[in-house]
């Protein structure tokens, strides 16, 4: 017998929460624990009913506390549950918070109901769902080469390319960075190339997500492009 997915609904749209407990209601081993329309709903839930959900399906754009706050405090909190977390405000750049916070899927409003069966089932399963579009910024910001494990931070990023890391995350041009630090743009250029060698990005981009991923950042500082 299959184990039953237990999922739980937050949206503060009645008709899409109710479109997707019927379809999702009526599927092999899915149950719904239970619905939410605000964040401060799910959280008076989430301490009063005695089982956590496997998956929540989660809106972003809510009034009160939204689902960027939602998915903080799940973080801390109930990091047991996997985060899909659905808008209609849907953008690649927000591929940061996703790795930032853990989320399991970042996924448009506009999904097909059986699509989002396949996405719910694959993170049951193995904890995390990218699109293809998302594949697509990963594999263009990250390296393609996994670096070695060593027990020596050779690595290690010196305080003055932790700065420059941080401006150029915030767009500045190596003109910008040297007036900053009181450096000449040639230095900036010099730090910017140790900074591509030891994080092994690829591009700015990869910069950008590998300062996310480390702490030198947090994603909504980053100005949107």
């Given at each position: 017998?299959?184990?039953?997915?237990?999922?739980?609904?937050?949206d503060?749209?009645?008709?899409?929460?109710?479109?997707?407990?019927?379809f999702?209601?009526?599927?092999?081993?899915?149950e719904?624990?239970y619905t939410?329309?605000?964040?401060?709903?799910?959280?008076?839930?989430?301490?009063?009913?005695?089982?956590?959900?496997?998956?929540m399906i989660?809106?972003?754009?809510m009034?009160g506390?939204?689902g960027?706050?939602?998915t903080?405090?799940l973080?801390q909190?109930y990091?047991?549950?996997?985060?899909?977390?659905?808008?209609?405000?849907?953008?690649?750049?927000?591929m940061?918070?996703?790795?930032k916070?853990?989320?399991?899927?970042f996924?448009?409003?506009?999904?097909s109901?059986?699509?989002?069966?396949e996405?719910?089932?694959?993170?049951?399963?193995?904890?995390?769902?990218?699109?293809?579009?998302?594949l697509?910024?990963?594999?263009?910001?990250i390296?393609?080469?996994?670096?070695?494990p060593t027990?020596?931070?050779?690595?290690k990023?010196?305080?003055?390319?932790i700065?420059?890391?941080?401006?150029?995350?915030?767009?500045?041009?190596?003109?910008?960075?040297?007036?900053k630090?009181?450096?000449?743009?040639?230095?900036v250029?010099?730090h910017?190339?140790?900074?591509?060698?030891?994080?092994e990005?690829r591009?700015?981009?990869?910069l950008?997500?590998?300062a996310?991923?480390?702490?030198y950042?947090?994603?909504?500082e980053?100005?949107?492009?």
């Amino acid at each position: 017998m299959k184990d039953i997915i237990t999922i739980t609904l937050v949206d503060d749209d009645a008709l899409i929460v109710s479109l997707l407990q019927d379809f999702l209601g009526n599927q092999e081993n899915i149950e719904i624990c239970y619905t939410a329309d605000s964040g401060e709903m799910l959280m008076e839930k989430l301490a009063t009913e005695s089982a956590l959900p496997d998956i929540m399906i989660l809106d972003l754009n809510m009034k009160g506390i939204n689902g960027v706050e939602v998915t903080e405090f799940l973080k801390q909190n109930y990091p047991s549950i996997k985060v899909i977390l659905m808008t209609s405000h849907y953008k690649r750049s927000f591929m940061g918070f996703m790795l930032k916070t853990g989320v399991s899927a970042f996924i448009p409003k506009g999904i097909s109901p059986v699509q989002l069966l396949e996405i719910i089932r694959e993170i049951y399963d193995k904890g995390f769902y990218f699109m293809d579009d998302q594949l697509g910024v990963l594999r263009e910001q990250i390296s393609h080469k996994s670096p070695k494990p060593t027990l020596i931070e050779k690595n290690k990023l010196t305080e003055r390319e932790i700065e420059v890391l941080k401006l150029i995350c915030f767009q500045k041009t190596a003109k910008e960075i040297g007036e900053k630090l009181f450096i000449t743009p040639r230095t900036v250029e010099g730090h910017k190339s140790n900074l591509f060698i030891k994080t092994e990005a690829r591009n700015i981009a990869g910069l950008v997500i590998y300062a996310i991923q480390n702490d030198y950042i947090e994603p909504n500082e980053i100005p949107l492009i």
